[in-house]
């Protein structure tokens, strides 16, 4: 699998708390000239990051970030808001707590609510996988199934650990026929990248591959 082919399935991610407009619209530039899925970016830039490009790219956006712990009607909240400011694609970040009290019905429910603010907008749904075990995991494929989100997604970056082969193993046996599936977070390569293609993800969440394709330092997430 050559380069230009990965790029086409990166969400080229720039979230960290300190970035600057100038660093959103050099990422939305790069995006375009490599030909990537979309650029994944803070909801207080994507009015204006979706003027700057156009119909170019995808503006894909955050909601419930990084943590999840947000009600439901919050993230609702956020998700019209950031749609109406442009937004094309929209990757939410789980309760956990609930996954961890075993309320997968509320977990379920909530994603399913964001589903239907999305309309025919792509939602993904970020379980972050590195505090989850392997049974939450698949019960949470089944819930991600069942409320008709369109990806599941390991990782939003920020937690204690990235997208693993096993993970995304996992998911391709467990989700439904109607479920893609993101890797985000420590893809550090285009080996590694390919690799995660190669066992069922659809989408590449991470801030590096254009810098390796652009020869500068892999730094990032």
Not at 179 to 194: L, N, Q, R
């Amino acid at each position: 699998m050559d380069a230009k082919e990965i790029l086409k399935h990166v969400d080229h991610t720039l979230l960290l708390q300190g970035s600057t407009w100038e660093e959103i619209k050099q990422i939305c530039d790069d995006a375009i000239a490599y030909g990537t899925a979309s650029v994944c970016i803070p909801p207080s830039y994507v009015k204006q990051a979706k003027e700057y490009v156009g119909d170019k790219m995808a503006v894909c956006t955050v909601i419930g970030f990084p943590n999840g712990y947000m009600t439901t009607k919050t993230k609702e909240f956020e998700t019209k808001d950031a749609l109406a400011n442009g937004a094309d694609e929209i990757d939410m970040v789980i309760n956990i707590g609930w996954v961890k009290d075993g309320k997968f019905d509320c977990v379920e429910e909530e994603i399913r609510t964001l589903k239907a603010a999305c309309g025919e907008k792509i939602l993904k749904v970020i379980i972050e996988t590195c505090l989850l075990t392997d049974e939450e995991k698949i019960r949470m494929c089944q819930a991600v199934t069942n409320a008709g989100a369109d990806y599941i997604k390991t990782s939003t970056g920020f937690s204690k650990a990235g997208a693993t082969f096993a993970d995304v193993e996992l998911f391709a046996k467990h989700v439904g026929p109607n479920v893609k599936i993101k890797a985000a977070g420590g893809i550090s390569s285009m080996d590694d990248a390919e690799k995660f293609m190669e066992l069922g993800a659809d989408r590449l969440g991470t801030s590096r591959i254009i810098k390796i394709v652009k020869n500068q330092e892999a730094t990032g997430y």
